[in-house]
């Protein structure tokens, strides 16, 4: 009961606190405020919430980002801290998409004006080919970054292989010609559930080079999912004897151990 406490105070207070003060007024009318202001404040409540859960983001190899040009980033999926950590980093204003589930999420559906997102029906073919050609127009007429998640869902298995990367999702910034940046981020499975605590958690994100736009989008898709598999792999053994340091409780050992030490 105590944790719980614990969490209202240092996490939804200040959340609800910013809800009422900028993200409701910036949504009902984002056009009145920059993308560099809105881009900003989202970043602030990230790493505040962050900061509250003691999450330590490793950054490596971002490139450095031409702030005239718009660029598409894709990372893998493995949890709804994903996007927290990457609005904590990202130094672009940028968009993103979100399952239409969420919009019955009153904090959801506001930060989604704010940043003028796009939501996706699944099972819906004609909506989401809507919704892509939205994002291909944005970036068309570069707008703003888009952050997209080419596995569709969260991956939910920690010791087995990226789900596939989706072609179609490739199909925007190919006919507009848009700088792919892949990204591939670990650990933050294990922030969110109650049962896992630690003193501190670790979080690792890391840019692949920018990809060059050549061959079909199927083509693309399988070159990226590639690279960030095997980079995937490499931090999950790493993550994995990071853990010393963090004094994880069982279910966290449980979750991150490898399959081979349920043998020994």
């Known amino acids: 009961m105590f944790k ?14 910013d809800l009422f003060t900028w993200m409701w007024p910036y949504g009902r009318r984002p056009d009145r405020y920059s993308q560099e202001k809105r881009r900003l404040k989202g970043q602030k409540l990230a790493k505040r919430v962050l900061k509250s859960f003691k999450v330590d983001v ?3 190899n971002m490139p450095i980002f031409n702030r005239d040009e718009v660029y598409y980033f894709v990372s893998n999926h493995t949890s709804v801290m994903d996007l927290v950590v990457l609005f904590s ?13 969420n919009r019955k999420i009153p904090f959801v559906r506001t930060l989604m004006k704010v940043y ?3 939501y996706i029906e699944r099972n819906n073919l004609h909506q989401e080919i809507k919704v892509m050609q939205e994002m291909r127009d944005s970036l068309a007429k570069k707008e703003v970054s888009w952050l997209i998640f080419p596995e569709g869902t969260r991956n939910k298995d920690y010791h087995g292989s990226l789900l596939d990367y989706k072609a179609g999702a490739f199909k925007a910034p190919l006919s507009t010609q848009t700088s792919i940046a892949p ?5 933050n499975q294990v922030i969110m559930p109650l049962k896992n605590r630690a003193r501190r958690y670790k979080v690792i994100v890391e840019f692949l080079p920018l990809v060059k736009l050549e061959g079909t989008t199927q083509e693309i898709a399988n070159e990226i999912y590639k690279v960030s598999n095997k980079t995937m792999m490499k931090l999950r053994e790493e993550y994995f004897a990071l853990q010393s340091a963090y004094k994880p409780n069982k279910h966290v050992r449980k979750l991150i151990a490898l399959p081979t030490d349920e043998t020994n």
């Not at 969490?7 to 200040?14: E, Y």
């Not at 980093?89 to 589930?101: C, H, M, N």
């Open 4 to 17: 719980y406490i614990i969490w209202v105070v240092k996490i939804c207070i200040p959340v609800l606190w």
């Open 58 to 60: 490793e950054v490596r």
């Open 89 to 101: 980093i990202l130094p672009l204003p940028i968009s993103f998409i979100s399952k239409d589930e």
């Open 116 to 118: 003028k997102g796009l």
């Open 183 to 187: 990204i591939v981020q670990w650990g």
